[in-house]
């Protein structure tokens, strides 16, 4: 009995359990050794080894992580995306967006992963909310995924299969995969005369009043045609206007470091909570791994294949390889299309050109997003 | 199911573009229109610094030299209406003076 009562913790470890810490274990070894996303793979990492972890009582109703769950990220209640996207309007400069505003249409291109993604998880048997939950995948955006996900897939009794977690992982994951999986697809879809098409830089000037009304512009516009995508688009922008109105540093500053770090550390953890043994460890979790790899796989080479009409109609101005960047997955695309483009012309900077579409990923996103959410539940009823 | 989704893939596409299609116009729009402002500013912008105030007082005229007379300043040194205005007001002053001068019989000089 005291025996018992010494190993209960051993006692009540299943091998779904152990397999799960093992996968936590694993998140923290890539955040820490390779530096995968390591803001939120380490709080995912530790959530779900101290989720797994038999009798501790931290998803029970009153426990730790159903508390962070319920303020933050449940039912109707978004506030840790919401806040994070707070953080990263504050953080955006879309000054190269600005300086060459045609580049914004390679953002919309580069959502195509998602569409084709939600057709291929429709095909593979998963509901249409779960199909939606799994294309925002392809977004490339963390809280965007985040967002529209634990919105579609609230909870078992709408969607049978757990795919918060599962898409959450995947999403963030791919994101720091951005620089193994974007470079082979880039080069597939372009010769190595297109690659090497030089790009120069020109520090052109952006009125101050350009860059405050920019964010007005997208919310307004984006609101009124995407209104679902409003919540995102919102705090977004009111966090770039922080920024870029000048009057309010301190906001911005808080914004821009401790509110998104605190929020970054809530959200981590509590997705980390959603990866239990039961609900992780199927088949359909293999498939929303691979859905969400198709999905980052197809926007690339829609952005790359966009980028190459638009190299056409500009007479070999634009080089194709920055449409890779319009998946959003901010700045890692962008320096991986400088880095592909460097391999072929070492002269070639063309990080600066590739951010103005992956700034642009993240309002397609947020937009596409905002579609998702309006028609799938209308239709799945 | 495939309709449903067929439809919203292909509405989100054509959304997303949409919209940031208005962005783009809409920007190109409005860096036209700020840039046209700031010329517009520009241009009526001060193209010279005003006149340093005379040393003497710009009364001195004499019967010999009257006002409508006296030699003026090229327009292309006074060409804002602050410098206009400094005129108007120097020959409002110089013309009641003379003829106060005038009414006080005081023409020796």
Not at chain 1, 25 to 51: C, D, N, Q, R, S
Not at chain 1, 256 to 282: A, H, R, Y
Not at chain 2, 15 to 37: G, K
Request: net charge negative.
């Amino acid at each position: 009995m005291l025996v018992e009562e010494l190993f209960e913790g051993f006692i009540g470890l299943d091998w779904r359990d152990v397999v799960m810490m093992l996968v936590g274990g694993v998140l923290i070894y890539l955040a820490i050794k390779h530096k995968f996303e390591p803001l939120l793979l380490l709080p995912i990492g530790l959530g779900a080894m101290a989720t797994n972890l038999p009798l501790g009582g931290l998803t029970d109703e009153d426990g730790l992580f159903s508390v962070l769950k319920s303020a933050g990220l449940e039912g109707n209640n978004k506030l840790f995306p919401l806040l994070m996207f707070l953080g990263l309007g504050a953080l955006t400069d879309f000054t190269p967006l600005l300086q060459r505003p045609t580049t914004m249409l390679l953002g919309a291109a580069a959502q195509a992963g998602i569409f084709v993604s939600l057709m291929a998880a429709i095909a593979l048997d998963f509901s249409l909310r779960e199909s939606g939950s799994i294309a925002i995948i392809g977004s490339a955006d963390g809280p965007t995924t985040i967002f529209v996900a634990s919105q579609l897939c609230p909870d078992t009794d709408t969607c049978p299969n757990e795919v918060l977690g599962p898409v959450v992982v995947a999403a963030y994951s791919y994101m720091a995969m951005v620089p193994i999986i974007q470079p082979p697809i880039m080069k597939l879809l372009t010769t190595r005369a297109e690659r090497s098409i030089p790009m120069e830089y020109t520090d052109r000037p952006v009125p101050k009043l350009l860059k405050v009304l920019f964010p007005i512009l997208v919310l307004i516009v984006g609101g009124l045609l995407a209104p679902k995508a409003i919540p995102l688009l919102a705090m977004f922008m009111f966090g770039n206007l922080m920024r870029e109105s000048g009057v309010v540093d301190r906001l911005s500053n808080t914004a821009q470091n401790s509110l998104i770090n605190i929020v970054t550390i809530f959200l981590g953890l509590v997705i980390g909570s959603t990866m239990t043994g039961e609900s992780f460890l199927d088949l359909e979790t293999l498939k929303i791994l691979g859905l969400g790899l198709g999905a980052f796989i197809i926007g690339t080479a829609s952005g790359v294949l966009f980028g190459k009409v638009m190299m056409v109609l500009s007479g070999r101005k634009i080089n194709p390889l920055i449409g890779a960047a319009g998946v959003s997955a901010v700045p890692m695309a962008a320096r991986v299309v400088q880095r592909v483009g460097q391999s072929e012309r070492p002269d070639n900077f063309l990080i600066m050109h590739a951010m103005g579409p992956n700034v642009a990923g993240v309002i397609g996103s947020a937009l596409a997003g905002g579609v998702i959410l309006s028609r799938v539940p209308a239709l799945a009823g | 199911m495939y309709l449903d989704g067929l439809e919203i893939a292909g509405l989100g596409t054509g959304m997303v573009f949409l919209a940031l299609v208005v962005m783009l116009i809409s920007t190109l729009s409005l860096r036209l229109l700020i840039d046209r402002l700031d010329k517009v500013r520009a241009s009526s912008a001060p193209v010279a610094p005003p006149p340093a105030p005379p040393e003497e007082p710009p009364v001195a005229f004499s019967p010999a030299t009257p006002v409508e007379s006296a030699p003026s300043a090229p327009e292309s040194v006074i060409a804002t209406p602050k410098d206009k205005a400094a005129r108007a007001a120097a020959i409002a002053v110089a013309l009641y003076l003379t003829e106060e001068e005038e009414a006080e019989g005081r023409t020796d000089r």
